[in-house]
Structure formats: C-alpha cells, structure tokens
C-alpha cells in the first residue's frame, strides 16, 4: 500500500512561480520513477516532468526551462519547481510513482492556477 500526500499548489500571478511537494509512504523500491503530470479541463492528462531513483530527469517540451523535478531518495519525495509560470500551465497537478512488479500510484491532485 502506496500513499501519496500533494503539497503547494494555489494560485499565482503570470511570471510567478510554486513549489510543489509530494511524500510517498509505504511499500516502495528503492527502484522507482517519480513522475509530475497535469490535466487542463477538457484535456488529456500529459507527462509534464520524471525523475528516476538514480537521478535522471526528463521534462515535457512546454516546461524545459522553467520547471525542475527533484528527489530526495530516503523520504520517497519528489519535487517540482516551477518558475516563469503562464496562463495555460492551469491545471490539476497529479504526482504518480511507479516501480517493475508493482502498481502504480497516485495522488490525489492539486489545483494550480496562473492568472494573466
């Protein structure tokens, strides 16, 4: 049993920037991938950002240069920094985790909203 417990989103102006936070608890590897998605309404849910146990990143093309994914190992928590933020960056920001031979999870979702 995986728990996940989002943290930071809210409401900032265009330009501005937030930290998102989420702490993964329970049965996890030491393998894993911590991954960042959002969904806008009416849209499909995409990969904005992923971050492997062993350090590697990778980042959608609309995000590169302005977030940063980041991970502290021992405590299973990853984090999002997001800078130089815009209008269509609105959405609901889901972290997942997944690891070989387990189901993944997810979290509950937090709302970010960029006002122009």
């Known amino acids: 049993q995986v728990q996940l417990m989002e943290s930071g989103g809210g409401l900032v102006q265009a330009g501005g920037s937030l930290r998102l936070s989420c702490a993964a608890s329970g049965s996890i590897p030491s393998i894993n991938t911590m991954n960042w998605y959002r969904q806008a309404p009416g849209k499909q849910r995409e990969l904005v950002a992923t971050?492997?146990?062993?350090?590697?990143?990778n980042y959608a093309d609309s995000v590169k240069g302005r977030f940063a994914i980041s991970r502290e190992n021992a405590k299973n928590t990853v984090y999002l920094q997001m800078t130089n933020l815009k209008p269509e960056d609105t959405a609901v920001y889901y972290c997942?985790?997944?690891?070989?031979?387990?189901?993944?999870?997810w979290g509950q979702g937090t709302q970010v909203t960029v006002s122009s």
């Open positions: 997942n985790v997944r690891s070989i031979g387990r189901r993944e999870s």
């Open positions: 971050i492997t146990s062993g350090g590697s990143t």
